[in-house]
């Protein structure tokens, strides 16, 4: 059966992209225009009730029954262990994976996504974020390129999850005020998984729908004003 999943082309989205890509799990894409506030629909509260996408549903989920999910680490575990793919089975190299996932959910993500967000988004009107956050990206930066220091993938000694979630995070270095030259492991680990052609094919996803130039005011106000923090 076809999964259903509620995406758009960002960071969290492309992961779940590329995870079903990776393991050939048939998938429908149902765009979620954050910037319109199609996250905030009672449909797609239902399935993810922090408003936040993806979210997935499976009709053919544990025991044949449907289950919804939300938050993208949750998706990557329940994909790995769908498909018997890309989480090892063996505990030591199992909890290698976790805790590298959890480095993304945790670090990765929600420090990247600010460094982003001050520079590009509110450039110039917080100096103090904006330096913060610049400089936990290049701190991250450098975790993932010592990790990285002399070997291929990031946990277990394969390709898992860890480096799927870690990856997209990743494509927009100079907007986190990050230089690539100054972290060659983890360029050289980046540029290794972007050219894989399960990836190449994922990262196309909804392509067509991404934002050309700065957001517009009603969708700054949407994805980052009153509209967010509305009560539900």
Do not use: C
């Not at 995406?7 to 393991?23: A, C, Q, R, S, V």
């Not at 460094?115 to 975790?143: C, M, P, S, W």
């Not at 130039?213 to 949407?222: I, L, Q, Y």
């Amino acid at each position: 059966m076809t999964i259903d999943l509620y995406t758009w082309p960002t960071p969290n989205g492309h992961k779940i992209h590329i995870m079903l890509e990776e393991t050939g799990i048939p998938y429908n894409v149902i765009a979620v225009d954050i910037g319109a506030g199609a996250q905030f629909e009672a449909d797609f509260l239902r399935i993810s009730p922090n408003n936040k996408m993806p979210a997935l549903v499976d009709p053919d989920g544990p025991g044949g029954k449907p289950i919804s999910i939300f938050e993208s680490g949750a998706m990557l575990i329940y994909l790995a262990e769908k498909s018997g793919q890309f989480i090892p089975s063996e505990p030591h190299a199992r909890f290698d994976t976790l805790q590298w996932l959890m480095f993304q959910m945790a670090s990765v993500g929600p420090m990247l996504g600010q460094a982003h967000h001050f520079r590009v988004y509110a450039e110039g009107k917080a100096q103090y974020a904006t330096d913060r956050y610049t400089n936990e990206a290049n701190r991250l930066y450098g975790v993932l390129d010592r990790q990285l220091a002399g070997q291929d993938w990031v946990a277990a000694g394969q390709y898992t999850i860890a480096d799927i979630a870690i990856f997209p995070w990743l494509r927009s270095a100079e907007n986190q005020g990050v230089n690539w030259a100054e972290y060659p492991n983890a360029k050289r680990w980046f540029d290794t998984i972007a050219q894989r052609s399960a990836v190449m094919r994922a990262v196309e996803v909804l392509a067509d729908r991404r934002r050309k130039g700065p957001p517009t005011k009603e969708a700054m106000e949407t994805m980052f004003g009153a509209t967010q923090y509305a009560r539900r």
